[in-house]
């Protein structure tokens, strides 16, 4: 395994700055997102990307496939748009040679990611997964014919209203497994794992199913915003080794990301960060 940035935590570059930071800091991957690849364009970043010698360990995100919940014509209409969009995502992810498309399912139908709740929102959590299934059913084949793999990923309890309603590896597991792995697996983020009991247990499951392995600290207290609580590692409660030898035991030889969501990370200076980032890399995570 080897060192990867997720561009958002250096939020502050662009494209062409995070790929030019990941070639001058030594590191061999990066993992982007769509909202950056679309300000550079899809094929510029592609070039760009090819051009640093850089692999893309992961494309962020596909998936907020929920809303096809919602009642009536406004259901379909939203599980129509979230389709077609996911298969864009698709498409980029081919284009870019992206290790995976990080899908973050989405939570509850009607409820919008840091929004009061609306009138009319759905509370069937049960239904919601159940449309995240029906999703799957129409992706998967589509990522296969492109040569793109899937990656759920299930994300800490606390964002299941409104970000995912998968928050164990084992629920995220139970969707996958109906597929060939080359079309659908998992990520370990250890941000969204680390307190669960069966971690362990379900990483042994994954085995080659594991599509990335995404790290960063979960920071006490946490902070007013909780989606901004990821921290550098060391700086948290997060105890990385055993983690790290379990996705390892379990056949993934990939990419290992740094993905930090944090208000202080972003407002630093982003070749501070990466070479902060390679020094808590080596001192808490690589075995």
């Given at each position: ?14 494209l062409p700055e995070a790929v030019d930071g990941c070639a001058r800091h030594g590191l061999e991957a990066i993992g982007l997102w769509r909202e950056k690849v679309a300000e550079t364009g899809l094929a ?244």
């Amino acid at each position: 395994m080897s060192l990867s940035l997720n561009q958002w935590t250096t939020r502050r570059w662009s494209l062409p700055e995070a790929v030019d930071g990941c070639a001058r800091h030594g590191l061999e991957a990066i993992g982007l997102w769509r909202e950056k690849v679309a300000e550079t364009g899809l094929a510029r970043s592609a070039k760009l990307v090819r051009e640093a010698g850089l692999r893309v360990s992961s494309l962020c995100r596909g998936g907020f496939l929920t809303a096809g919940g919602l009642p009536g014509e406004e259901g379909r209409r939203a599980f129509a748009e979230a389709l077609d969009d996911n298969r864009r995502a698709v498409d980029e992810a081919a284009e870019l040679g992206a290790a995976c498309l990080v899908m973050v399912v989405g939570g509850l139908p009607g409820v919008r990611p840091g929004e009061a709740l609306p009138a009319g929102f759905s509370r069937d959590v049960a239904g919601a997964r159940e449309r995240v299934a029906e999703a799957l059913a129409s992706l998967a084949p589509y990522a296969g014919e492109r040569g793109v793999k899937l990656a759920l990923e299930p994300l800490h309890p606390i964002y299941c209203p409104d970000r995912a309603v998968l928050s164990t590896l084992g629920q995220a597991l139970d969707l996958a497994l109906p597929y060939p792995e080359e079309q659908v697996g998992v990520v370990v983020d250890t941000f969204h794992v680390w307190w669960d009991p069966a971690l362990f247990e379900q990483i042994a499951r994954a085995g080659r199913r594991i599509a990335s392995y995404q790290v960063c600290d979960y920071l006490h207290p946490l902070p007013a915003d909780v989606l901004l609580g990821r921290g550098m590692m060391g700086d948290g409660v997060i105890g990385f080794p055993p983690i790290s030898r379990a996705v390892a035991a379990a056949g993934y030889d990939g990419d290992v990301e740094v993905e930090i969501f944090n208000a202080e990370v972003w407002a630093a200076d982003p070749d501070e960060v990466l070479a902060t980032m390679k020094e808590r890399y080596a001192d808490f995570v690589a075995l």
